[in-house]
Each structure stands twice: as structure tokens, then as C-alpha cells.
């Protein structure tokens, strides 16, 4: 069965740090290109960050470069995103993706459930 499973959400205050685990099952992750999006309430899903399977390569939405990391542990099958000096407008259900190219073109076929972030004093 495949499987997509987050964890690491909650509540933190600004400037803290969060970091999101994707557990895969039945999905190889270092195959196709992997990333993170998120959606805030009351707005779209976007594209948070992605890590290319072709060359390497990552890719950071502009509000968040700097302060966020993808990374992935091939042995685990576990894909991270750690994210440092969170801010209010980060606050949102993240969801890790996979699928179906290996490089980063911003489109998935595979999802998690979601874990939700909230950035709050």
C-alpha cells in the first residue's frame, strides 16, 4: 500500500522551529522529485519547497528561503522539511508530495494527509 504519513506539526511561537518528517511506504522517494506544499486558510495550496531526484537541485518559494530546508534520508524512506524562525503567516496544513517526475516542475501525484502549523504568541 502506498503511503504517504507527515508528522512534527503544532503549535510554536514566532521565531521558533518546526521540523515536518514524510514517512513513505510502497513509494520510493529517492526516485521521483519530492516536495512540500502548504495551504493557510482561506487560500490556495502552494508550493513550499522541493527537492529534484535528477540532479539534486532544490527549490524554495521566495517567502520562505533562508529559513526552511528540504531534505531526505534515502535509507529511512523519509523525506524532512525543517523549518527555523517561523512567522504568523507560515501557519497552514503542510502536506508532503511525491510523483510523478523526477525533476521539480511543481506538479505531484501523491500526497500525505497533512500536519498542521501554527505559528502563534
Known amino acids: 500500500q502506498k503511503q504517504l504519513v507527515e508528522s512534527g506539526g503544532g503549535l510554536v511561537q514566532p521565531g521558533g522551529s518546526l521540523r515536518l518528517s514524510c514517512a513513505a511506504s510502497?513509494?520510493?522517494?529517492?526516485?521521483?522529485?519530492i516536495g512540500w506544499e502548504r495551504q493557510a486558510p482561506g487560500k490556495e495550496r502552494e508550493g513550499v519547497s522541493c527537492?529534484?531526484?535528477?540532479?539534486?537541485?532544490?527549490y524554495y518559494a521566495d517567502s520562505v528561503k533562508g529559513r526552511f530546508t528540504i531534505s531526505r534520508d534515502n535509507a529511512k524512506n523519509t523525506m524532512y522539511l525543517q523549518m527555523n524562525d517561523l512567522k504568523p503567516e507560515d501557519t497552514g496544513v503542510y502536506y508532503c508530495a511525491t510523483g510523478p517526475v523526477s525533476h521539480c516542475n511543481g506538479i505531484y501525484n501523491f500526497w500525505g494527509q497533512g500536519t498542521q502549523v501554527t505559528v502563534s504568541s
Open positions: 510502497g513509494i520510493p522517494l529517492d526516485y521521483y522529485a
Open positions: 527537492l529534484s531526484n535528477t540532479d539534486g537541485s532544490t
